[in-house]
């Protein structure tokens, strides 16, 4: 009855139960906990996590945020009294455009001066900046003058034009009261 036991049973070869499945899960189980690790040391959340990190960074971002920000012109106060505006004629140009159909720009700038004297300076060298604006106006794409942010790049740097124009004074912020692109 033993033979007929022993014959019943299949045999598991031994080779089936050493292959290399069992040694490559285990290997891979091995690895992806490794990574898991170095993932959690290496990123900002892990150095919080296990409480390491620079405490001396730390310091200077908690300071930063501490420290009054310089005023962009948005944020300056106006002072009503001493303020000054400035018209800069209404420009019309051809826009660059990458589908080779043509594009117009039309806009209004004013400039807006601080006192009475820098709006003297702005008055006087008008011509230049009508000039410094057609130049970087016309570099420009449509795509340049899309959305909120495009309005704000082209406002910075019409404002960075007037500035290095009317060097050493200053003004205080370029205004687009009307822009229209056809």
């Not at 080779?100 to 011509?127: R, Y």
């Amino acid at each position: 009855m033993s033979e007929e036991n022993e014959n019943l049973t299949p045999k598991i070869p031994t080779e089936a139960k050493d292959s290399g499945t069992g040694k490559i899960i285990i290997i891979g189980v091995f690895v992806l906990l490794i990574v898991i690790v170095a993932g959690i040391f290496f990123t900002p959340l892990g150095t919080s996590l296990l409480g390491h990190g620079n405490k001396e960074a730390g310091n200077q971002s908690e300071q930063a945020i501490k420290e009054p920000q310089p005023e962009t012109p948005a944020d300056t106060k106006i002072n009503i009294e001493t303020v000054k505006f400035i018209d800069i004629p209404e420009i019309l140009l051809n826009l660059r455009n990458a589908s080779g159909k043509s594009s117009f720009l039309k806009i209004s700038i004013t400039v807006q001066a601080p006192n009475e004297e820098v709006g003297k300076v702005v008055e006087k060298l008008k011509p230049l900046l009508i000039d410094q604006f057609q130049e970087y106006l016309r570099g420009l794409d449509v795509e340049d003058l899309a959305g909120s942010a495009g309005i704000e790049r082209v406002r910075s740097e019409l404002l960075t034009r007037t500035n290095n124009v009317i060097s050493p004074a200053k003004a205080s912020n370029v205004l687009i009261p009307s822009m229209l692109i056809q």
